[in-house]
């Protein structure tokens, strides 16, 4: 059974930064694409990022081009979003999911088959 655990989040102001952290158990990155979307209230999710299988080429949402950068540490089953240059806008909730797909495709959460819980990101004027 895959499980997905986020983590890091919090309370920052803006100009500021955070990493958050996906953990996984059952199952090892090296075979699935990791995205990171997030869900403000009363929005849809939205694509953050997200880093292929294989090869480890990346992709990212036009707005987070240039602070946000997605990475993982496959021996330890990890993937990691460093956020800096935070905005009010920023905040929402950030979840992990696994999935298959093209450099394109992933880009959609439609495209994933597990998710983790969440972890809420808040940023402060």
């Known amino acids: 059974q895959v499980q997905l655990v986020e983590s890091g989040g919090g309370l920052v102001q803006a100009g500021g930064s955070l990493r958050l952290s996906c953990a996984a158990s059952g199952h090892t990155f090296s075979n699935y694409a990791v995205g990171w979307f997030r869900q403000a209230p009363g929005k849809e999710r939205e694509f953050v990022a997200a880093i292929r299988s294989g090869g480890g080429s990346t992709v990212y949402a036009d707005s987070m081009k240039g602070r946000f950068t997605i990475s993982r540490d496959i021996a330890n089953n990890m993937v990691y979003l460093q956020m800096n240059s935070l905005k009010p806008e920023d905040t929402a909730v950030y979840y992990c999911?696994?999935?298959?797909?093209?450099?394109?495709?992933?880009?959609?959460?439609?495209?994933?088959?597990?998710w983790g819980r969440g972890t809420q990101v808040t940023v402060s004027s």
């Open positions: 999911g696994l999935g298959y797909g093209t450099i394109v495709t992933i880009t959609s959460w439609r495209r994933y088959d597990y």
